[in-house]
């Protein structure tokens, strides 16, 4: 069994910063990935992380403006949010898997632990 915990969410104005944590209890999956939904939306995936082999996969939505890593336990991502929008409001939710290729994708359904969720609010 994986548990996730995710922290870090709140409500902040257009162009600021906010990090974003998840932490991991459990042993399975090699992979963390943060993905959000917004009310009345599909989940969309945002980035990915190989906990095992370092392989990192940015949206392309989010590319240039949302960071992620891992800690050095390999049991925490972190997602770290810049120059933020009033489009990025959304419950943004952690997820754990197993894959075999390089890059885990960003695809919801691939996904088989989640946690909760953090909602992040930008205002304008």
């Known amino acids: 069994v994986v548990r996730l915990e995710e922290s870090g969410g709140g409500s902040v104005l257009a162009g600021s910063i906010l990090r974003l944590s998840c932490s991991k209890f459990?042993?399975?999956?090699?992979?963390l990935a943060w993905f959000r939904q917004a009310p009345g939306k599909e989940r969309e995936g945002i980035a990915s992380?190989?906990?095992?082999?370092?392989?990192?996969n940015v949206a392309d939505s989010v590319k240039g403006r949302f960071t992620v890593s891992l800690d050095p336990t390999k049991t925490t991502i972190g997602l770290r949010m810049t120059d933020l929008k009033p489009e990025d409001t959304a419950m943004y939710y952690c997820?754990?898997?197993?894959?075999?290729?390089?890059?885990?994708?960003?695809?919801?359904?691939?996904?088989?632990?989640w946690g909760q969720g953090t909602q992040v609010t930008v205002s304008s």
């Open positions: 992380i190989r906990v095992d082999l370092g392989g990192i």
């Open positions: 459990g042993s399975r999956g090699n992979s």
């Open positions: 997820a754990a898997g197993s894959f075999t290729s390089y890059y885990a994708p960003l695809r919801p359904q691939d996904y088989g632990f």
